[in-house]
């Protein structure tokens, strides 16, 4: 039975060479994410590691190190501390390290200086030690408060030259330096613009206070492990043992961890996503596969009634399906494998768009990854392999070889099966909850797949008639080729449907978050213009921009992270501190109390949900304390009930800028927004402000239209990713349909040749076989519109409740063109078995 298997398989391998592709993209997916993945976890732990001392101290903060930088607070260690580890056994060099990020660096032209049109950029105190991540190419080191050195892709890309002059903005105050040494990588490039000047000049402009330094970088003796220079540092800093709880104190492999854990979270998006999608194509993959073997095994049913007669049991024919189907899965596992590795190579190759230096990088393979590729591979065929096997088993012998059907299951049981099942998910996606639509999604699709044949007689009917009647004869046997075998015509079109309810769903909720948000912005954003800045905005933008005549009124608005306690509970919040009159340029509305009375010196504005679940009321005090800053206790006195556009859950809790002050010192204005005089010119009063504003480089200044597509433009990117993913597993489903049509054509050799024979021409059966093709894509794609948008409902029904969506729209262009891109993908899969069954010499095939 083995050997039957195998050669059973090499038989008929063309025709399983569509099922091998949709196993091959499944695999190659699921392997290039993680070799992706993989490979640039190592890359950054490597650059880490390369660009770390053995040993670093570095200040210890309850929230990343960059938002505080936003928030106007570098995190900092005494400067007393490197003469203290100076002294420590073992300690071969030390030096106190100044870096500051989230600078703005622009030329004279006040353009940005980077590799990327919004660099991440670092201005550092200059050192050459062993761990620096660039060495010094041309010029001479920094010196004085007015030299700098730049790194080299940064001055290539900005045609920065020796002598030019920069402009940096941290949050101590704006000062212009004079480029005087241009430094290469000594590392890979990662697409950061590196500034560094003068190790004094640094610890003064950049942190406003010469004790202080960000970090302690410890070189070791030769023959001293990082891991007993760490313990012996930690010793000298505590020397009581208790654990400081202001440093972290890490060897070069714990830096390069922990830089690792950070990006990992961003990973954890492309993985997830990646990963979601193949199991997304493997499912659709599952499809093909199942309808592949289901008509092998028809096709088979003499064959394999032959082997029962000659002694093979159920389980002999049972494992032979399945064996067939495992060499298949193997064998589209192995391409998917390389496949894999290919996408892995593309995806490595994107990451120089964002300035990383790709070249020479090495993909990693982790051991892991095959087997998980291969594993999956496999193991999907073979589930999707199963039921035809079973099918096969079950076949009487001598009813085989008299070419009867296996029996079917009763239409009445199907239809009550499939209606119940749809009924149920059908209320669960009405539910409302994540869980619920998650339930009532797998629900709704098999109920479908259940209720697939039958629908077929009852839809295809009317779906094909604008298609079939004009073809006459020809028209009405493709429409009887597609209703000949239901389940078949069910099954390949699920595969379609899939897709296409995908593409529908995500349309549906895609169109109603957007046209919420643009009904919620129009209705309450009353700003004629807004300032933003990288990180933030200097104190003199909002002065400035408020001095241009035409400008009625500003408000400033600011936010830090802070711990707030009510009633013996205490949670991590954004806290956003406003002046008086932002509720009347943002539309905030309020439940209990009033804007006067939350934005007062000692009081608070929380969101009217978020105090309901704790138990607050207007008058009740709560617990602030400013992450890295001081701790209030303010009184609540007003409960907003907005919901602004583009937000979901709650809004951030919002005191007076005096009170923010008060917990926060150092934060500066995040975003001003401005309101015009009444008959402004917007386009004339934006050039003024932009005009009055320039001196602070990388402050945008937008109009109101130009604000809400800048706040749209992350979900448009996202979408249109979306899209492009959701368009390969239609690609997939056509290769379904591909494959049926051309299983059917083996299977009827014998009536295409009678039929050519008794006067069909080979345009006319062209016709025919395009006429069929498009009927089962029509049928699949109108089964997943309506499914589609019952998820998409279901979606926007769930998202209502956090305030995402308030207007319900259905994107009707992307309808249309699902339905004609149906059409056509119906067309193009009919085109190779169109030509075979054309091209069938007649004799020879009615002897077939």
Not at 528 to 555: E, F, N, Q, Y
Not at 818 to 838: D, H
Request: glycine content about 10%.
């Amino acid at each position: 039975m083995l050997k039957a298997s195998l050669r059973g398989f090499l038989a008929h391998k063309g025709r399983m060479v569509l099922s091998a592709v949709a196993i091959t993209l499944s695999v190659a997916f699921v392997t290039g994410t993680l070799m992706f993945v993989d490979t640039v976890s190592a890359v950054f732990a490597d650059l880490a590691r390369s660009t770390s001392a053995d040993v670093t101290v570095t200040p210890r903060t309850e929230v990343k190190a960059i938002r505080l930088v936003r928030a106007g607070r570098t995190p900092t260690v005494p400067a007393a501390l490197v003469e203290r580890v100076r002294g420590v056994e073992g300690v071969a060099a030390v030096h106190g390290d100044v870096v500051v990020r989230d600078v703005p660096v622009v030329d004279g032209d006040g353009d940005q200086v980077g590799v990327v049109s919004d660099p991440e950029t670092a201005v550092a105190g200059w050192c050459a030690c062993a761990h620096a991540p660039v060495r010094l190419t041309s010029g001479h080191e920094p010196h004085g408060p007015n030299e700098a050195v730049l790194d080299a892709e940064s001055a290539r890309v900005s045609r920065i030259r020796l002598g030019d002059r920069l402009r940096l903005s941290p949050s101590t105050g704006t000062f212009e330096v004079t480029v005087v040494g241009i430094a290469g990588y000594r590392v890979r490039a990662t697409g950061d613009t590196l500034v560094f000047v003068d190790p004094e000049t640094a610890a003064a402009r950049l942190l406003g206070r010469p004790d202080v330094v960000t970090a302690v970088s410890v070189t070791a003796v030769p023959g001293v492990p990082d891991t007993v220079l760490r313990d012996r540092v930690t010793a000298a800093l505590d020397p009581e043992g208790a654990g400081s709880p202001a440093l972290d104190i890490r060897t070069r492999a714990q830096t390069g961890a922990a830089a690792v854990g950070e990006l990992g979270r961003a990973l954890d998006v492309v993985r997830y996503g990646l990963l979601g999608f193949a199991l997304l194509t493997m499912a659709i993959g599952m499809f093909l596969i199942f309808n592949t073997f289901s008509m092998l095994v028809a096709q088979r049913t003499r064959e394999i009634g032959l082997l029962r007669a000659l002694g093979a049991s159920r389980a002999d024919v049972h494992r032979s399906v399945l064996t067939e189907a495992a060499v298949l899965g193997l064998l589209g596992s192995t391409l998917g494998l390389g496949t894999g590795y290919a996408l892995a190579t593309g995806l490595t190759a994107l990451l120089g768009a964002v300035g990383v230096q790709t070249s020479g990088i090495d993909l990693a393979f982790a051991p892991t990854t095959p087997v998980v590729g291969y594993a999956v591979g496999t193991l999907a065929t073979v589930l999707a392999a199963y039921r035809p096997a079973r099918r096969a088993s079950r076949v009487a012998p001598m009813a085989a070889l008299r070419a009867v059907d296996a029996p079917q299951e009763p239409p009445r049981r199907r239809a009550l099966r499939g209606g119940v099942v749809l009924a149920l998910g059908a209320a669960a996606v009405a539910g409302g909850n994540l869980a619920l639509l998650a339930l009532g999604g797998a629900l709704t699709l098999l109920g479908v797949v259940l209720l697939g044949p039958i629908l077929a007689r009852r839809l295809i009917p009317a779906l094909c008639a604008p298609y079939t009647r004009p073809f006459g004869a020809v028209g009405r046997l493709g429409r009887d080729n597609a209703l000949r075998n239901p389940r078949r015509t069910g099954a390949t079109a699920g595969a379609l449907m899939i897709g296409v309810a995908l593409v529908a769903a995500v349309g549906v909720a895609v169109s109603s978050m957007t046209a919420s948000f643009d009904a919620t912005f129009d209705r309450t954003f009353r700003a004629d213009l807004v300032l933003s800045g990288k990180p933030a905005l200097s104190a003199r933008t909002a002065s400035d921009a408020r001095a241009v005549p035409g400008v009625a009124s500003t408000v400033r608005t600011r936010r830090v992270d802070v711990r707030i306690t009510a009633h013996e509970h205490t949670e991590q919040l954004e806290l956003d501190g406003a002046d008086p009159g932002v509720g009347g340029l943002l539309g905030h509305t309020y439940g209990r109390g009033t804007e006067a009375a939350g934005l007062a010196p000692g009081a608070i504005v929380l969101d009217a949900r978020y105090a309901r679940r704790r138990g607050l009321a207007v008058g009740d005090p709560v617990v602030v304390r400013a992450v890295a800053g001081e701790t209030r206790t303010l009184r609540v006195g007003g409960l907003r009930t907005d919901r602004p556009a583009g937000t979901g859950g709650d809004v951030n809790p919002m005191v007076g800028l005096d009170t923010l002050a008060e917990l926060a010192p150092d934060v500066r204005d995040e975003t001003v927004y401005l309101a015009a005089t009444p008959g402004t010119d917007t386009a004339v009063l934006r050039a003024a402000v932009k005009a009055a504003t320039s001196a602070e480089p990388g402050v945008a200044v937008r109009t109101r239209a130009d604000y809400r597509e800048s706040r749209k433009g992350a979900l448009g990117t996202m979408v249109a990713l979306a899209y492009g993913l959701l368009s390969l597993t239609i690609v997939i489903a056509v290769l379904g349909v591909v494959n049926t049509l051309v299983l059917s054509v083996v299977e009827r050799t014998r009536e295409i040749a009678m039929l050519r024979a008794l006067g069909l021409t080979r345009r006319q059966v062209r016709r025919m076989i395009r006429l069929e093709s498009v009927i089962i894509a029509m049928y699949g794609a109108t089964l997943g519109l309506a499914l589609g948008l019952g998820w998409g409902l279901g979606v926007t029904r769930w998202m209502a409740h956090d305030g995402s969506v308030t207007v319900v729209a259905v994107p009707w262009p992307t309808i249309a063109a699902v339905i004609v891109g149906a059409t056509l993908a119906g067309l193009a899969a009919a085109t190779l078995p169109a030509r075979r069954a054309a091209r069938l010499d007649i004799p020879a095939a009615i002897a077939d």
